[in-house]
């Protein structure tokens, strides 16, 4: 297997970029039909790579372990080949240091070798707030960004999680969401991204409705022929784990494609709902390729606040804080392993991790383990 992996040779990674509920998993499951391209479940890299300070380097084993098991902690939903490729990146022997794009070229060339393409790719909505780490990590990547009418992914977020049954979307979720959306359709923006970035944006609603031209297009950007079974892409995904939940969040991925769901929200937003994401989102809205209704409903006084506050919280970026906090967390845990691994502590610092080989080996095998 590593002879044949080392001679794999290297295209330029591909990763999916987009808000939750966009689109993202669709256009990942088009692709993944493709003969030539493989795109694996979501592995979060961008932010792990983040967290872990590792968008150069991987320091040693420790750090590479830690990276391993949070990629497998999110793949392991999913039968997919992914799973054994991570376990045997995991035994894989490595001089640390190593540079993360030198790291991640093992990785990629073993699963482009389980299933048999030469283009990797990756969809992870959380991407999109780490483009610049994805950027320095794996230098001449390719990037496909799938935009969505924002108030439709609000309403697609709340549903996800919620059964609406033609119930009014609560504020407590729109307020939520609102800001998610606001912080993606910011770092989207050209000023937010790498200057030299290789990237084609696209729209849920033209890949919905044209899906053959808009995959054509895709395929010349990536620079392979279109396939007739690209489209054919309904039942790929194979759950692992938390089935029904999977199932409720992406079930219509097996479903035909339809333009049902395109501007949906005009009716399901309330008219204050709809006049309040719009004069929060109005520096984002004015770069977005679509035409919005204006509203034209007076906000109640407390609505009103709750923008300002809302207003003023972005401007102060305050959503990074719960970034910053999970980094700290990430740290933490890898430093308290390398200070504690040979102390009674030991249990408590491995817990929910995989250190072991055979327990890898496992993976490789059985395509799970019991601690995952």
């Known amino acids: ?12 990674a591909l990763f999916i970029l987009g808000l939750p509920r966009s689109g993202t998993t669709l256009l990942e499951q088009m692709l993944d039909a493709h003969s030539q391209v493989a795109v694996c479940p979501e592995m979060s890299s961008g932010m792990t790579l983040w967290r872990l300070n590792a968008t150069k380097e991987i320091s040693d084993k420790w750090k590479h372990l830690l990276i391993i098991n949070y990629y497998y902690h999110r793949t392991n939903l999913f039968e997919d080949s992914i ?29 482009l070798k ?3 393409g030469t283009r990797f790719g990756e969809k992870t909505p959380e991407n999109t707030f780490f483009v610049p780490t994805l950027e320095e990590a794996i230098p001449e990547s390719q990037f496909i960004m799938i935009l969505r009418n924002p108030f439709d992914i609000v309403v697609s977020l709340t549903e996800a999680i919620l059964s609406l049954n033609n119930s009014p979307l609560p504020n407590r979720r729109l307020y939520h969401f609102a800001v998610t959306v606001k912080r993606g359709l910011k770092n989207m923006q050209s000023h937010h991204l790498p200057k030299k970035i290789d990237l084609l944006r696209i729209t849920y609603e033209d890949l919905t409705r044209n899906p053959e031209p808009i995959l054509q297009q895709i395929c010349t950007f990536l620079n392979i022929n279109f396939e007739p079974g690209m489209l054919a892409f309904q039942n790929r995904k194979k ?3 938390d089935k029904e939940v999977m199932r409720q969040i992406l079930g ?12 949906r929200s005009y009716s399901i937003l309330s008219p204050a709902q709809y006049a309040y994401l719009q004069a929060y989102w109005a520096p984002e809205l004015k770069l977005l390729p679509y035409d919005f209704p204006i509203a034209n409903t007076t906000l109640s006084l407390q609505m009103k606040m709750h923008l300002y506050v809302a207003k003023l919280a972005f401007y102060f970026k305050t959503y990074l804080w719960t970034e910053y906090k999970n980094k700290l967390r990430f740290q933490c845990h890898y430093y308290a392993i390398l200070l504690l691994r040979h102390t009674f502590l030991k249990n408590r610092i491995f817990k929910n991790l995989i250190i072991n080989g055979k327990d890898w080996e496992n993976i490789i095998d059985h395509g799970y383990n019991d601690k995952s």
């Open 1 to 12: 297997m590593e002879a044949s992996i080392n001679n794999i040779k290297k295209k330029p």
């Open 83 to 111: 799973n054994r490729c991570l376990a045997r990146q995991a035994i894989r022997e490595f001089k640390f240091p190593i540079s993360t794009n030198t790291w991640y070229d093992a990785l990629i060339a073993d699963y």
């Open 114 to 116: 389980e299933k048999n």
């Open 239 to 241: 759950y692992a784990r």
């Open 252 to 263: 219509r991925l097996d479903e035909p494609l339809t333009d049902q769901r395109i501007n």
